[in-house]
């Protein structure tokens, strides 16, 4: 017999283990659904077998923007074959607010709308196709006020949702007065639709002590339940959500699937029936919120070098009719005003404009890209008044040793930005291909090209403090297999297979023992949203906790059982190393529950260190950045404005990373989403304040025929030097704004008509359309520079 | 109806006239590998294949069973995703995408697998190597909103690289047996019919006077899955042997009506370059293996892209009446105003073919096509062009245009200004140019504004004038640009346009 160590408790040290890095020179696991997606059989919503006595949903939708209701008649619809059950907003049985922070969110309108397209009443009918037509046949009378269809209008008459937030730093308007070189400019930056593949949708199914279980396609699920339970009036405990995989959610499916598992869940209680919430694309389209608009209105002051010495900036977003998430929206817009780019002197001040349209919401960068973008307009303004190439301007101001201080105040001190960017410009012949460029366009009467360096530096962490935290659950069962919860939800982004990698990990054991199971509300209590990009910090550090618990009672039982010394055990590669014995990962784990060692434990986390003040408007609101950048040349069409991307390179930082094929799909897809954005995917609504853009025939996001031939990603090396889950860093959100670089292309390309003499304002997005008015105006610039400098031979 | 579906012999004549293949599979066969992404034949979701058999062999192609409906398939197989693995087993393209990562949602993912599948199966039948176009070719009506494509073009670049086992290659025969037992089949249609000659055409619909007429559907359908419509009897005239037929007779050419995009596509690849490109600039694969001519022309939307061809080339209709008599119309008298035809509903007009004489096909010739977007997008403006050109004169030219007014129309006023002028004569051009301008007074929409339109008009015409004028000008398509298509100099006097019979450059 071994002498027994003195003290069997360990300390459980989840930065030592989290601080280690993945070996990223392995093969990766691929994404936990990849062979189900390709046969079929991976299971979304509407796949889900339907009861025979299912019920299916559709909304009558104002025809106005802003009107009091005078009266409904339904008659007709209540009477269509097929209809079982229509309600109006006082049918519903607990509160008719759904808005996920604040208010103003209707289940269903009552005596006014705010609006084209809010939901008035609800049909549920035998047949999807019954719900759609019986829902025409209403006849609803309005008395129409006057509506803000625009932010600029939003703005005169100081109509906004939430209260104005301002950012400053320095002596802005000393440093504007005394700045050598100003430019004062606007730039109208539109929104975007997500077109995740698969639609909205719920189901929601009764239980027998009038609760629901409901399946929805949410990245909330937590929060599909509190309001599901608020609209029916019970307890939230008496609701269930459950979310097994999203067909694409990007921000859409954050607060705005609430609705859908609402409604079903009124529904299938009244009705003791199940109900299907599924919204065809065109509802979609118009009846759920999309990326802000931004009316962003700029001053800047410049040394003749082009070192940015004050920035005033005016950041208007097109909330819609509520608040929804748009102060979280706003304030991260302007928490990336500077983007890469110090700001000595800076005052930023968010608007949260109310407009009479659908109250927009959470997209992929979450107001983020609307700040860089901003930035990067400045940049490229500034480059062309002082006459240089605008990524010299861009290293110029570029986050560094002693310009390290962001206009909130939180310090940039990874100093990574610079040397990407340099490590970029080198690996992708930055300069050769400009001189090349400048060469080709000199001699090319028909087609200029453009190109353009554009970097991203994306906080991470959830601006709201609270929502920073995540919870799992694993078990071990007694052959050794581990099931994982967590409160993250599976969009495609590969969070599930990052998870179950992270657990592996932690534990010792092969990835193939891990399984992630479905996101319940039963599971991991109160979740966070999956959004931020914080799914794997949050939730990958809590299933980490949770292994960390589960495998200290392990080491703990080993030492106690076998007599051996702390650090003589440990699970690697699978197998359990007990002093100088090894035994398998599934007979040691028999041999704990035959000792009844408890193989199931929760685990947490909180993000530390953040911390923002609001009323001082300083703070740190991000554990870390995550950074990029990317490098995209194009071609453009000067009859047409149309153009080709001819070849993108990207250098983008996820830290250590837990899996490179996944991070860089994630960099891959947000590049082209992103591209979309800025160039193809044109929003547009008409006077009545009607969206015009309500198909896929008329919204146009990105084929494979604009994806660049030559596309090199990479990522850059180095481990996050944050406490962060195996040192990575979040890729959802961040190298969205990569797709920048193809909008400063064009309009490098579009200045090119001038010789680079001027700047010509480009729109967003930019089409065909708005390239070639970009062009046409460089090109009168010219002709008009040409005129005056006759003219000014002429009165010699 | 009667068809083969995956491996299952199916018969069923209980279905409303349109329902989908898509609702088919889902609701009735519960087969939910197939999505519904739009309903509207724009995002791929659910693609699904059709083999029949042509010279006794099976060929497949995709489209969207969303647009589809189900009894236009009859005596065919239609494959979807459950169809192409076994047990362990995955397709090539299965087994590329999984390795290429080529999924991320997966919501996109069994309409992909379905095109490369289809692109796969036929290189392998044709011996044809699989290239970055062709992928793109084939997937250029799926939409993917996670991965950004690369992974699935690389995917697509690399299948059968790892095995080479197919459920479709291994089934030909059974498949074929099972297709063959459907021939002859007495067809026990009620609300569907579809005719395979024009007799029969005839027949049914004197008995259906109020039947709607659908070829591809891909106009058609979207009435019943966008606003919700049911349609009574339909009869699909897309199988009519009469109108599926491309002639050549020496002197003139002859389109059926009911060709499909697909086949005018193989048709014109070689002959007429011009065309071909325009046709792959129209909406997606999937679309143009079933969409057709005639129904585009009948559809008669100002914002079609074929009318403006048939414009350009002074192309004649031939239409043909319930009693079996025949008219011609010009194009150019075809249209009566917005979504508006000479063809009379009461006498039961069909549109049988269109002809055009090889002399003006062999004139100079340009299309134009703008849209926000290369591949699957809706003209804003497009222009089809011809120029002939006798002794360093303009004799003879047509500008057409799409998007320019309440029908496709030609600028007449324009083109008289350009009549007879020297071919090279800038002035002359700017004239027309000027006319132009105030000739066609296009709206402004979604797609874009008026004032885009009436540039884009101007602009694309000067492009084919200096074209004509022996300026080689790249037009970007959905396919890669090379540094050795940006041609920014005059080209030489024996350009391709002298050859085509324009004018040499002076
Ligand atoms: C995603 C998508 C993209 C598209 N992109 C384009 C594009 O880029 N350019 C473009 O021009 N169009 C486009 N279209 C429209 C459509 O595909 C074409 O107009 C197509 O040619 C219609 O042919 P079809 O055979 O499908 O017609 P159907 O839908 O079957 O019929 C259309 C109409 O014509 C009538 N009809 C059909 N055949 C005859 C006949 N022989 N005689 C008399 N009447 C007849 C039908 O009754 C119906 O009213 C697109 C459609 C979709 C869904
Ligand atoms: S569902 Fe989108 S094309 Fe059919
Ligand atoms: S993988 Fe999500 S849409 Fe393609």
Redesign the pocket.
Known sequence: MRKLPNDLTIQKDNAKVAGQTFNNKLKQPIHESAKKHVTGEAIYIDDMPEWPNELHVATGKSTEAHADIVSINLEKVRAYPGVIDVIVQSDIPGEVDVSPVLSGDLLLAGDFVHYIGQPIFAVAATSFRAAKQAVELAEIEYKIREATLHPKESLARQEFVLPTHTISCGDVSAAMASAPRKIKSDLYIKGQEHFYLEGQISVATPTEDNGVVVYASSQHPAEVQKLVAKVLGVPVGQVLVEVRRMGGGFGGKESQAAVLGCMAAVLAIRNRRPVKYRMPRQDDMVQTGKRHDFWNSYEVGFSEEGEILSAEYDMVGKCGCTADLSDGVIDRAMFHADNAYFLPNARISGYRGKTHTVSNTAFRGFGGPKGVLLAETVVEEIACSVGKDALDIRKLNCYQDGKSKTPYGQEVDENVLLTLMEELEESSDYRARRSAIQAFNKQSPFVKKGLALTPVKFGISFTSKHLNQGGALVHIYTDGSVHVSHGGTEMGQGLYTKVAQIVAKTFGIDYQRVNVGSTRTDKVPNASPTAASAGTDLNGMAALDAAQTIKVRLQEFAMEHFGIAAEEFAIEDDTVSLAKETMSFPEFVKLAYMNRVSLSSTGFYKTPKIGYDRKAAKGRPFLYYANGAAVAEVVVDTFTGEYKVTQVDILHDVGASINSDIDIGQIEGAFVQGMGWLTSEELSWDEKGRITTNS??NYKIPTSADVPEKFNVKLFDRANSEESVYRSKAVGEPPLMLGISVWCALKDACAAMSDHTFSPPLSVPATPEAVFYSMQAAKEFSAGAVLNSEKSVKSL | MKFVLNDELIEDNTLPSDFSALRYLREKRGLTGTKEGCG???CGACTLLVGALEEGELKYSTF?SC?TPVQSLDGKHVVSVEYLSDADKLHPAQQAMVEHHGSQCGFCTPGIILSLASLYENSQASDKTIDRESVCDAIS?NLCRCTGYRPIIDAGLSMGKESAWSSLADNTESVKAKLASLQGDAKAANNYFQPQTLAEFLTIKADHKDA???????????ENTQRFHDFGVLID??QINE?TKIEDNGTQLTIG??V??SELEQFSKTRYPHLYHLLE????RQ?RN??????????A?P????PPILLAFDADIQ?ISLDGSQRTVSIHDFYQGYKQTV?TEGEG????SFTMDLATLADFHRFY?V?KRME????SVMLATRFAVTEGKISDLRLAF?GMAATPIRAKKAEAALLNSDVNDEQALSNALAILKDELTPLSDMRASARYRSDMACNLVRKAWLELNGHSIPTFSGHPVSDASLGYELTSNTSQSAQQGGASHA
């Open positions: 896929p025939a | 509207s034949g724009d969207n647009i009506g709607t007429l659908v070829a591809g559907g891909t106009d058609l359908m979207l005239v897309s109108l009506a009911s499909t995009y600039r129209i909406a997606s679309i079933r969409g057709t001519i005639g129904g585009n022309v009948a559809n939307s914002i079609a892209d074929m239409i063809l007009e069909v549109i049988a096509k849209s699957d997008d809706i003209s799409g």
